[in-house]
């Protein structure tokens, strides 16, 4: 889990939904916006993607532990605040790696 700092609030994800730029990729969307410092994280998985909650909550904490172990994250490259909404299940952990490339390429 990454730590409170770099996870968003309601606050966050909210102004994201308003005023962030999207980016589509091919099973997910970010939204991603400058809101200040530090970077800042947040996944949201729908119920119509993946019904049981263990296997979002599993996919979440996928994502988030290949957010922390990514050298861009360690190193505080990025400035961005992302939103990571799933629209596809993941299927292997290729696909988790290249969304996690894309995150840090915006």
Do not use: W
Not at 5 to 16: G, I, K, N, Q, Y
Not at 21 to 30: E, S, V
């Amino acid at each position: 889990m990454l730590a409170k700092r770099h996870r968003l609030s309601r606050r966050d994800v909210e102004t994201l939904k308003l005023a962030g730029n999207k980016k589509k990729i091919q099973n997910a969307l970010l939204i991603y916006l400058d809101i200040g410092d530090p970077v800042r994280f947040g996944v949201s998985i729908s119920k119509k993607v993946v019904r049981n909650a263990v296997d979002r909550n599993r996919i979440r904490r996928q994502i988030f532990a290949r957010i922390r172990l990514h050298p861009a994250y360690c190193n505080g490259k990025s400035a961005k605040s992302v939103l990571i909404k799933l629209q596809k299940n993941l299927a292997d952990s290729s696909e988790f790696d290249t969304l996690i490339e894309n995150v840090f390429e915006i």
